[in-house]
């Protein structure tokens, strides 16, 4: 209810949208966080059809590894490998000793994020013999959209005689996280690109068997004069 009253402000005090590069020093774990999921919803639609126990060997000489943004060519590889295996491949280090060829391109792989603003943003002010002040952002509704972006192809041809046998087409992924804040105080979080409750390592198991005390050693008998 609170937030469908913002909308009469919104409309008063207007607001400003801006398309932002990618701050690898803001919050990188955010961005591959982003990434990442965007290339699990790309892989996922692949859906190549192998047939159990096809030797497949994974070409992945076409994966952009050059620094245009985030690109993870090693996770989208090893995502691309997890799918042939679960569709029944038996991958194979060497070419000759395939069956298939898996031939791996990307297209698209990078995190966009942008920013709206009804409010007052933060700008400098010069001050002398001090160098500038910065003031702070005062946000009536701000909205922080950070959105990854991922596009995989895969082509299956025979090992042997190139011969074409499946193609899976430009396959597109996304993943969202998006910030809200409003009248200063309240703020939520709309995102796909982790789990909201992240189980502790297998390593850290928590047990709610009892404490046991260990009493004191018995002291030893003091004899009286």
């Not at 909308?7 to 400003?16: D, E, H, K, T």
Request: hydrophobic share 40%; proline share 9%; aromatic share 6%.
């Amino acid at each position: 209810m609170w937030r469908a009253s913002l909308l009469p402000i919104a409309a008063v005090l207007g607001g400003c949208t801006t398309d932002q590069a990618p701050d690898a020093s803001r919050a990188p774990a955010e961005q591959e966080l982003a990434v990442t999921k965007a290339v699990d919803h790309a892989v996922d639609n692949l859906k190549p059809e192998i047939a159990p126990h096809t030797r497949v060997f994974v070409d992945s000489s076409y994966v952009d590894t050059e620094d245009k943004g985030l690109v993870l060519p090693k996770y989208t590889i090893g995502a691309v490998r997890d799918l042939l295996l679960r569709a029944g491949a038996n991958l194979v280090p060497e070419r000759k000793s395939a069956d298939l060829v898996a031939e791996l391109r990307t297209g698209a792989q990078a995190a966009d994020r942008k920013a709206f603003l009804v409010g007052v943003p933060s700008f400098s002010i010069p001050v002398p013999m001090a160098g500038p002040l910065s003031t702070p952002e005062v946000a009536v509704f701000k909205r922080d959209t950070q959105k990854g972006i991922s596009k995989i192809a895969l082509t299956l041809y025979n090992a042997r005689t190139g011969a074409l046998v499946d193609s899976t087409g430009a396959s597109y992924g996304d993943s969202h996280l998006v910030r809200y804040q409003a009248l200063l105080v309240f703020s939520w979080t709309d995102q796909d690109v982790m789990p909201e409750h992240i189980p502790p390592p297998s390593g850290d198991v928590e047990t709610n068997a009892p404490s046991i005390r260990t009493p004191p050693a018995p002291q030893s008998a003091r004899r009286e004069p």
